[in-house]
T-cell receptor, first 109, second 114 residues
Framework: GQSLEQPSEVTAVEGAIVQINCTYQTSGFYGLSWYQQHDGGAPTFLSYNALDGLEETGRFSSFLSRSDSYGYLLLQELQMKDSASYFCATHNRDDKIIFGKGTRLHILP | KAGVTQTPRYLIKTRGQQVTLSCSPISGHRSVSWYQQTPGQGLQFLFEYFSETQRNKGNFPGRFSGRQFSNSRSEMNVSTLELGDSALYLC?????????????FGSGTQLSVL
């Protein structure tokens, strides 16, 4: 089957750094996207990796290792407003997008 | 630029009824895709429309259908509602079809089936 696995919850402290992992098993691989969704809100695009390595966008970075079928989202200098759910996503050979079930990030003051 | 707009925001229906949800994409975006989000199954792809044609479809029964108009606005219809159809229905738009790595989502329609 095709799936993306993420931890269901992660807890971190304000000001710290947190990493949210995503491992995937898909027929073919067409890049890994990350989205943020606050409660009651719309998912918002954060980052995309097509190739191995690190992509940096401000406090957020995303990493991909295609040989390990693994990626992660790194959030630095955590702020309370970063409390949200984070989803990784990719496409299969039929161009259908598949999402991980999401990681709920809790931030402690 | 206005974002993706979905109406209504909340909807309550009873089993057996049908429902129509509406989505207006970002101006200039021709692809609209629909998703069902539930706590148990997460975000699941329903279908994608581009230039008024359905380009792709997820694994949902035929009770779920959609269409796209010439102005790229899209509607989704669910007939013969079941309790399990209670979910947040999200639409997303993008300029092109295919493997879009970046989707722009609306805030969704929360459907409750009683």
């Amino acid at each position: 089957g095709q799936s993306l696995e993420q931890p269901s919850e992660v807890t971190a402290v304000e000001g710290a750094i947190v990493q949210i992992n995503c491992t995937y098993q898909t027929s073919g691989f067409y890049g890994l996207s990350w989205y943020q969704q606050h409660d009651g809100g719309a998912p918002t695009f954060l980052s995309y990796n097509a190739l191995d390595g690190l992509e940096e966008t401000g406090r957020f970075s995303s990493f991909l290792s295609r040989s390990d079928s693994y990626g992660y989202l790194l959030l630095q200098e955590l702020q309370m407003k970063d409390s949200a759910s984070y989803f990784c996503a990719t496409h299969n050979r039929d161009d259908k997008i598949i999402f991980g079930k999401g990681t709920r990030l809790h931030i402690l003051p | 630029k206005a974002g993706v707009t979905q109406t209504p925001r909340y909807l309550i229906k009873t089993r057996g009824q049908q429902v129509t949800l509406s989505c207006s994409p970002i101006s200039g975006h021709r692809s609209v895709s629909w998703y069902q989000q539930t706590p148990g199954q997460g975000l699941q792809f329903l279908f994608e429309y581009f230039s008024e044609t359905q380009r792709n479809k997820g694994n949902f029964p035929g009770r779920f259908s959609g269409r796209q108009f010439s102005n790229s606005r899209s509607e989704m219809n669910v007939s013969t509602l079941e309790l399990g159809d209670s979910a947040l229905y999200l639409c997303a738009s993008s300029p092109l079809t295919g493997r879009n790595e970046k989707l722009f989502f609306g805030s969704g329609t929360q459907l409750s089936v009683l």
